[in-house]
C-alpha cells in the first residue's frame, strides 16, 4: 500500500515539477510580471530594503504586525531546510548550473512577490477578532468575483492547509529531531516534547505573538550562518571566480557524468534549480501574502516592496551562500567509500566542515538547520491558521493551533518519506491557482503601482502625504473602505 502511494506521490511530484506544467508557469508568470512592472524589483529594491530593515514600519498605519514583523514571518516561513538541503540536492542533481537557475527563479520571482503580496493587502479584510486577514485565499475570489475566483480561492485554501501539515510542519519537525539526535545524541522524542511545547506556548498569542518571535529569531538565525558561509568563502577566496564560471558553464551546458557526480543535462539543471529555488522562497505559491495581509502599512504598494525583499534574502543571499561554499569547497564531486556520490542530506554539512576549524562546519549547519525549520514551522502555521479560517470560520482557529502543535510531536518521532513527495505535490498545487490569479490581475497590479509610485517613488511618503496625494484614487477609496469590513465569502 505504502509502495503504491510513495510511486503515485512520485510520478505527480515529476509531473508538477516537470518541464511542461510549473516550470514554464512559474518562470513565464514572473517573467511577465517584471515586465508589466518596469522591472520593479531592479529599480525599487534598494528602497524596499530601506523600507522594511531600517524604518521597519509605516507609523500611524493600520493592521496587526508592523511591516518587519511580516518580512520576519515570510522569512521564517521561507528560509528553511530548503536553504540547506534543497540547494545541496539542486546541485547533486542537476549540477552547479542548477544554482544559476535558482537565481533566475529568484529574480523573477521577486516580481511574482511583490504582486501576491501587494494583492494580500489590496484584498484584505478585518474577521471577527477585528485582525487583517488576506491571501490568495481572499484575493483570488473578491479580485476574480465569477466562478473561476471561487473555485482558484477555495483551491488555493485546501492545498494550503494540506501543506501546512507536510512541508511546515512534520518535514521540519523531522530534520530538527533527526539532526540533534545524529550530532548531540538528544532522543527524538525529547525533541518532539520541547518543540511541541515551545511551538504551542507561541501558537496561542496568534500572529502577534509569532511576529514578535520571528522579528528577534529570524535576523539572527540567518547572520548566524552567513557569517560561517563568507568565513569558508574567504579561506577560499581563489577558486570563487572559477565557481561562479562553472555555474554559469553548467547553466546553458548541463554535466556530463564523471567520478561520483550525478550526470544531468540541461533540462535537468533547470528543473531541479526551478523546483528548489520555489521551494526555497515560496514566489508564486502565494504563502507570504497572508503575513503581508497582516502588516502594518499606509498602501499595498508599499508592502508588496518589502514583501519582495524576502526573496532576495532567502535566493540571492543565503541560497547562494550554501550553493557557493558547496562548489568551492569541492564536496559535490567527492564519493563515498562505496564510490557513489554522497548524500545530498549531508552534502552542506560536509562543505562546511571542509571549510571551518575543527567541528565548527558541523554545529554551524547543525544549529542553523534546527534553527531554520523551527521557524518555518512558526511561520507556515499562520499560513495554515488563516487557510482554516477561510472554510471554517474564527471559531476553528485554536483547534487548528492544538492539533497543529501534536502533529510537530509526530514529525519529531516518525520516518517521512511519504510526507516530503506529498508536501512537494501540495506545494506544486498551491502555486497553480495563485499563479493564474497573478496572470488574471496583472493590469490591476501594474495599473496601481504605478498610480502610486508616480508619488512616493522612494517610499518615504507620510500616512498624511500618502492620504493628500491618493485621495479620489477609485481604487485607494475601495481599499480603505473595504479592509476594515468583515469578509463576505
Request: glycine residues 12%; neutral net charge.
Amino acid at each position: 500500500m505504502i509502495e503504491s502511494i510513495t510511486a503515485f506521490l512520485d510520478a505527480a511530484s515529476g509531473f508538477i515539477w516537470g518541464p511542461w506544467l510549473l516550470i514554464p508557469l512559474l518562470l513565464g508568470t514572473g517573467l511577465y510580471l517584471t515586465i508589466r512592472l518596469g522591472g520593479i524589483q531592479f529599480v525599487r529594491l534598494g528602497a524596499a530594503l530601506r523600507l522594511g530593515l531600517f524604518r521597519r514600519r509605516d507609523p500611524d498605519a493600520e493592521g496587526d504586525i508592523s511591516q518587519f514583523q511580516a518580512l520576519t514571518t515570510a522569512l521564517a516561513a521561507t528560509v528553511g531546510t530548503g536553504n540547506i538541503v534543497g540547494v545541496a540536492t539542486a546541485i547533486a542533481i542537476g549540477g552547479p548550473g542548477a544554482l544559476f537557475w535558482m537565481w533566475i527563479t529568484g529574480l523573477v520571482g521577486m516580481a511574482s512577490k511583490y504582486s501576491e503580496a501587494f494583492l494580500g493587502v489590496r484584498f484584505r479584510t478585518t474577521d471577527s477578532a477585528g485582525e487583517r486577514n488576506g491571501g490568495p485565499q481572499q484575493y483570488l475570489q473578491r479580485g476574480i468575483p465569477n466562478v473561476v475566483g471561487k473555485i482558484l480561492g477555495l483551491a488555493f485554501t485546501i492545498f494550503a492547509i494540506l501543506a501546512s501539515f507536510g512541508i511546515g510542519n512534520m518535514t521540519q519537525a523531522n530534520s530538527v529531531s533527526a539532526n540533534l539526535e545524529s550530532s548531540f545524541s538528544i532522543p527524538t522524542w525529547v525533541t518532539g516534547i520541547a518543540l511541541t511545547i515551545f511551538v504551542f506556548v507561541v501558537l496561542v498569542g496568534g500572529i502577534k505573538s509569532i511576529g514578535r518571535v520571528t522579528a528577534g529569531f529570524v535576523p539572527i538565525m540567518i547572520v548566524f550562518y552567513v557569517v560561517g558561509a563568507l568565513y569558508i568563502l574567504i579561506a577560499n577566496i581563489g577558486d570563487v571566480p572559477a565557481a561562479f564560471g562553472v555555474i554559469f558553464h553548467d547553466a546553458f551546458t548541463g554535466s556530463a557524468a564523471a567520478g561520483g557526480f550525478a550526470g544531468s543535462v540541461l533540462i535537468i539543471a533547470i528543473q531541479y534549480g526551478v523546483a528548489r529555488g520555489i521551494f526555497s522562497n515560496e514566489s508564486g505559491m502565494g504563502s507570504a501574502a497572508i503575513a503581508a495581509a497582516a502588516a502594518q502599512t499606509s498602501h499595498p504598494v508599499r508592502q508588496g516592496l518589502v514583501s519582495m525583499t524576502q526573496t532576495f534574502i532567502d535566493t540571492i543571499i543565503v541560497v547562494s551562500m550554501t550553493g557557493l561554499v558547496i562548489i568551492t569547497t569541492g564536496v559535490y564531486t567527492e564519493t563515498d567509500d562505496g564510490g557513489a556520490q554522497i548524500d545530498a542530506s549531508i552534502m552542506t554539512g560536509h562543505a562546511f566542515t571542509h571549510g571551518l576549524p575543527g567541528e565548527w562546519g558541523h554545529w554551524i549547519v547543525t544549529v542553523a538547520l534546527a534553527m531554520f525549520a523551527l521557524s518555518t514551522i512558526l511561520g507556515w502555521s499562520y499560513y495554515g491558521e488563516r487557510a482554516i479560517e477561510r472554510l471554517f470560520g474564527r471559531r476553528s482557529v485554536m483547534p487548528f493551533r492544538v492539533i497543529f502543535t501534536l502533529v510537530v510531536f509526530v514529525g519529531c518521532t516518525t520516518e517521512l518519506e511519504v510526507v516530503w513527495l506529498f508536501s512537494d505535490v501540495m506545494n506544486g498545487l498551491m502555486a497553480l491557482p495563485n499563479l493564474i490569479g497573478l496572470l488574471v490581475l496583472s493590469g490591476l497590479i501594474a495599473r496601481e503601482t504605478r498610480a502610486y509610485l508616480k508619488h512616493d517613488p522612494k517610499l518615504t511618503a507620510s500616512q498624511a502625504e500618502i492620504e493628500k496625494f491618493m485621495a479620489g484614487d477609485p481604487s485607494w477609496e475601495e481599499w480603505r473602505r473595504t479592509e476594515t469590513a468583515p469578509a463576505k465569502l
